[in-house]
């Protein structure tokens, strides 16, 4: 999926919870989830067993999009909202994760056996942000400040302080609109002032 500024993606198995939040561009007003053949293309693409998915399938993986969306947000520095908690734990219990071994003795987490449809995508979901925080990847996968905007974005930076998808154009509104907010007191107070001289 081509990324805004022309950013680079998310690392290794990261890119499949930025494909997913990223269905709807918010700003376009796009959604590649709109129907449950959308969510079996979206699962196929990324190796996730869906071929039997429901409505009910296709409207937990939306909540769950959109809760990540949420948990992205709050690596810009905002609270996730109580009920996005709520939410996330409610799709995560029922989509159980166990620990493997492999050959070399590493541990690491796994789908619970016999998961399909929103399930399984979901397990694979918690498994791949299990590991993106183990690894430090998870808090630089953000979703842009920009409220009408919201894409979520893999923060490249060194510093990691990116907060905007793009900063040409995201970043350059924000800017615009804090130096208005910033501007707007003191014509105020001009008004103000000349008012009182009239």
Request: proline fraction near 7%.
């Amino acid at each position: 999926m081509r990324q805004p500024g022309d950013r680079q993606p998310a690392p290794g198995p990261l890119v499949l919870v930025q494909d997913l939040v990223n269905t709807l561009d918010i700003e376009a007003g796009r959604d590649a989830l709109v129907t449950v053949a959308d969510l079996v293309a979206f699962c196929a693409a990324h190796g996730v067993p869906a071929s039997a998915a429901g409505a009910e399938d296709l409207a937990a993986v939306r909540r769950l999009r959109e809760s990540v969306r949420d948990a992205c947000q709050a690596h810009t520095g905002v609270d996730v909202p109580p009920d996005t908690l709520t939410a996330l734990a409610d799709l995560f219990r029922d989509a159980p994760l166990t620990v493997e071994i492999d050959s070399a003795g590493r541990a690491h987490p796994a789908p619970g056996p016999g998961l399909t449809r929103a399930a399984a995508l979901t397990a694979r979901v918690g498994c791949t942000v299990l590991l993106a925080e183990a690894d430090g990847t998870w808090p630089r996968l953000k979703a842009c400040a920009a409220h009408g905007c919201r894409w979520v974005y893999y923060d490249h930076s060194p510093a990691g302080r990116s907060r905007w998808c793009t900063m040409s154009i995201c970043g350059s509104r924000a800017k615009m609109r804090a130096y208005r907010d910033r501007s707007r007191p003191d014509q105020d107070r001009t008004t103000t002032s000349n008012r009182g001289r009239e």
